[in-house]
């Protein structure tokens, strides 16, 4: 029994050590001023993937800093996208200030928290986001495996909504400036590319 125990304290500070490393930023200097782009699109077919039906609902692009990963594995969503980013642009793709600020991601979603804010409470909430990764194809699905949090990238695709024969579903956020519950975006994965 204590042995299990020590195996079990052993594996939760390894595990606290992992998510509190030291994030290592690849073009400190480099700004993003340009919130991501977003145009609505109409007459394009649902994308068949698996027993899902991608409809894409906007084009999307964007420029940004990775502020944090997370991979998931279990659950229908992990069936399309297994990667989920918290993206930041403006102020929330400088360094100086998300070091100030304790980020993480848990079941899909993305949690702030700050002993005092670097800048105000809104930039932050509306120059970050929790983004659902779908990739379109083996060579974006590669890509997407070797982003680190600090790393500057690009990307180019849609956002979407996903619909099952048994009537599951999954929304993409539309806006930049929600929170909360349905605030990610969903997004088929075209092209993307590591800048740095």
């Known amino acids: 029994m204590w042995r299990w125990l020590l ?17 290592h ?21 649902p994308i068949l993937v698996k027993n899902y039906a991608i409809q894409p609902v906007a084009d999307f692009s964007l420029e940004a800093r990775v ?17 989920d980013l918290v993206l930041g642009w403006g102020k929330m793709a400088d360094p100086d ?5 304790n980020i993480r ?9 700050v002993q005092s804010f670097p800048i105000p409470r809104r930039q932050i909430e ?20 070797q982003i ?23 929304r993409s956020s539309l806006s930049r400036e929600d929170t909360g519950a349905n605030a990610c975006e969903l997004i088929y994965v075209k092209q993307l590319k590591i800048i740095s």
């Open 7 to 23: 195996i079990i304290v052993v594996i939760f500070f390894g595990w606290r050590h992992c998510s509190t490393a030291e994030i």
């Open 67 to 83: 502020l944090a990963r997370e991979d998931y594995r279990l659950g229908r969503e992990a069936d399309l996208s297994p990667t």
């Open 126 to 145: 509306i120059q970050s986001a929790n983004m659902h990764f779908i990739p379109a194809d083996e060579e974006v699905g590669r890509i997407l495996k």
């Open 105 to 113: 991601q848990s079941g899909r979603w993305y949690f702030w928290q």
């Open 25 to 45: 930023y690849a073009a400190p200097n480099t700004l993003i001023e340009q919130a991501p782009l977003q145009s609505e699109i109409t007459g394009i077919s």
């Open 148 to 170: 680190r949090p600090g790393q500057l990238i690009a990307l180019q695709g849609y956002l979407v909504n996903v619909n099952a024969e048994d009537g599951w579903r999954w």
């Open 97 to 101: 200030v998300v070091k100030q600020i």
